[in-house]
Each structure stands twice: as C-alpha cells, then as structure tokens.
C-alpha cells in the first residue's frame, strides 16, 4: 500500500489566505518531516515532528502518530511561500527516508 | 553551522566526461546521502553512507560511483553518463541513520 500519501496535489491561493496540507502515512513509517522545495530546487527544512505540535511563525504543524497523519497549515500566505511542499517520513523496514508525492502551492498576489 | 553546501550548483557534460559532485558538511553529521530528482518527482534515493561507510546502494548504474573520503565530505563521481541521467542531485545528511535529515541546494546536470 501507499507509505506516505499527499493532499491535495496542487493548490492555488490568494495572497494571505490560510491553508492546510496533509499528509497520511502507513504504520511502517514515522518521524515525519516536512520540506519546502523552492523553485531554485533547494529543499528547506520546516519541520522535523514525529508527534505533537509545533510551530514556527506563519507555519505550524501537528502530526497525530496514532491516526497516523500530519498537517501543515500556511497562515496569511506570501508570494514567497509558492514551491512544492514534501512531507517525509522513516521507513522501520528500510531505514529509508520515503517521501509523498508532493503538494504544489501558488500563492497568487 | 546548520549547512550542507554543495558544488557545483550547475553542470554540463558529454557522455564521454568524467565529472564529481562534492558535498560538504560541519555539522558533525556521519550519515550522508545522495538522492536524485527529476522534475516534478520526489526526490530517490541513491546511496547512504554511514560512519563512512556504504550502507545502502539503490541498484544504482555502475556510471555513479560514490565516494566518502571523511566524516564532511562526500563526492558522487560520475562517468559515460546518459541523457536521461539529467536531474537535480541532492545531498543531505544527519546526524545518525535514522535521524532527520539536511539537505544542501543541488546540483543541477544536463547531460549532453
């Protein structure tokens, strides 16, 4: 089955509006991260959330492991928060970072 | 230092060149990474290098051959590569195998 899955896959905003991203993930996958990849390719750190809450300005996220999902949520979104967002997750199996398929966010001005 | 730094950001080459990528980190890291993508895919992994050592090799053509001469640095020599070979090349690492991973900007390769 599906390891780590994305919703939704492309996602188009006005200028500070809110939005959630989620991500699901089997029961052989844990220790969740969530990745912005600008458009130069860089893939940026914004979470690294096993379990529970945190946030980190206009970003925050919650990952409930026993549910096992994880939510990213944008508030007053900017220009500059357009990319592909990735979340990614542990295989226990391999040891092997496995990713989702990635969200596309435009945020129009 | 939180950065992994990587060189060269672009490169050209022929399928007859013998090129490297290197990557750099100071964050006393011993698990490091390359992984390659192609547009609009997640990232794959190719190789994992723990204390220095292989520890997972992804199937990958015998035309990547990896490298980790220390505990900072990790190279990916590349030769008789193909067209289809063109992607962006990540490096990352951690401070463990099992642990969150950093990844540095990429390289970005067009083979010719």
């Known amino acids: 089955g599906i390891q780590v899955e994305q919703s939704p896959p492309d996602l188009i905003l006005q200028e500070g509006a809110n939005s959630t991203l989620r991500c699901n993930f089997s029961d052989s996958v844990n220790n969740l991260q969530w990745f912005h990849q600008n458009p130069w390719g860089q893939l940026i750190n914004l979470f690294y959330i096993p379990s529970g809450t945190k946030q980190n300005g206009r970003l925050s996220a919650t990952t409930v492991a026993t549910e096992r999902y994880s939510l990213l949520y944008i508030s007053s979104s900017q220009t500059t928060d357009s990319g592909v967002y990735f979340c990614a997750g542990l295989s226990s199996n391999t040891g092997k970072l496995i990713f989702g398929q990635g969200t596309t966010l435009q945020v129009k001005p | 230092d939180t950065e992994v730094t990587q060189t060269p950001k672009h490169l050209v080459m022929g399928m007859t060149n013998k090129k490297s990528l290197k990557c750099e980190q100071h964050?006393?890291?011993?698990?490091m990474y390359w992984y390659k993508q192609k547009a609009k895919k997640p990232p794959e992994l190719m190789f994992v290098y723990s204390y220095e050592k292989l520890s997972i090799n992804e199937s990958v053509p015998s035309r990547f051959s990896p490298e980790c001469p220390n505990s900072s640095l990790l190279n990916l020599h590349l030769h008789a590569l193909q067209p289809e070979d063109s992607a962006l090349y990540l490096c990352a690492s951690s401070i463990r195998d099992t642990y969150e991973q950093f990844f540095g900007p990429g390289t970005r390769l067009t083979v010719l």
């Open positions: 964050m006393g890291h011993r698990a």
